[in-house]
């Protein structure tokens, strides 16, 4: 069964870097998939934030593009996230996922979800 | 890019069914880009329901079939039971530079 779990700090400042981890079991990260995060503020619905593939392409949503990055490590089986420079509109619910996404097939679909870690920006 | 558009709320009575739609466009929905459903209970995380605009993962329910036509795709939801009480959000391939865009969600209520 696979199981994906957000860790990371639950409050971050205003103009500082959030940085969340998602732990991977019951499968390889380098066994294939996209690692997705994807984010919820308050109320709200979901956007997606970009993936990472195990060879260690990356793909960004172009709104956030100049603030993320999406790393992994295969050894420990699992891959990160850090955003920069945020703000309280950053406030959100954030999800990492497994991501099946498909340039050639024009497909994308995320098959499993870990609970979600809110992250506060307050000062 | 713009969110995909879905209406904001439907609601229904046990037993009946009900259609929620996903307009995009050519960009997106429209084309040959395939399209996935999701299920968000309160509090919870979404859960995959209909991946590549009809198909339905192993263990979810008959009762969920997903379509599309042109730049719309659409999720039945048939039997309406009290546990579909949830938010409902549509993704779709976006292309090369958008690459994944959700819908704004649909919240569900059955009466």
């Known amino acids: 069964q696979v199981q994906l779990q957000e860790s990371g700090p639950g409050l971050v400042k205003p103009s500082e870097t959030l940085s969340l981890t998602c732990a991977v079991s019951?499968?390889?990260?380098?066994?294939?998939?996209?690692w997705g995060w994807i984010r919820q503020p308050p109320g709200k619905g979901l956007e997606w934030i970009g993936n990472?593939?195990?060879?260690?392409?990356?793909y960004y949503n172009p709104s956030l593009e100049s603030r993320v990055s999406i790393s992994l490590d295969t050894s420990k089986n699992h891959f990160s996230l850090t955003l920069n420079s945020v703000t309280a509109a950053d406030t959100a619910v954030y999800y990492c996922?497994?991501?099946?996404?498909?340039?050639?097939?024009?497909?994308?679909?995320?098959?499993?979800w870990g609970q979600g870690s809110l992250v506060t920006v307050s000062s | 890019q713009s969110a995909l558009t879905q209406p904001a709320s439907m609601s229904g009575s046990p037993g009946q069914s009900i259609t929620i739609s996903c307009s995009g466009t050519s960009s997106d929905v429209g084309s040959y880009n395939l399209v996935s459903w999701y299920q968000q209970h309160p509090g919870k995380a979404p859960k995959l329901l209909i991946y590549?605009?009809?198909k339905r993962p192993s263990g979810v329910s008959n009762r969920f079939s997903g379509s599309k036509s042109g730049s719309t795709a659409s999720l039945t939801i048939s039997g309406l039971q009290a546990e579909d009480e949830a938010a409902y959000y549509c993704?779709?391939?976006?292309?090369?530079?958008?690459?994944?865009?959700f819908g704004g969600g649909t919240k569900v209520t059955v009466v």
């Open positions: 990472i593939y195990r060879s260690g392409s990356t």
């Open positions: 019951g499968f390889s990260i380098n066994s294939g998939y996209y």
């Open positions: 993704c779709s391939y976006a292309g090369t530079t958008t690459f994944v865009i």
């Open positions: 590549e605009d009809t």
């Open positions: 996922a497994r991501h099946l996404m498909d340039h050639y097939y024009h497909r994308t679909s995320f098959d499993y």
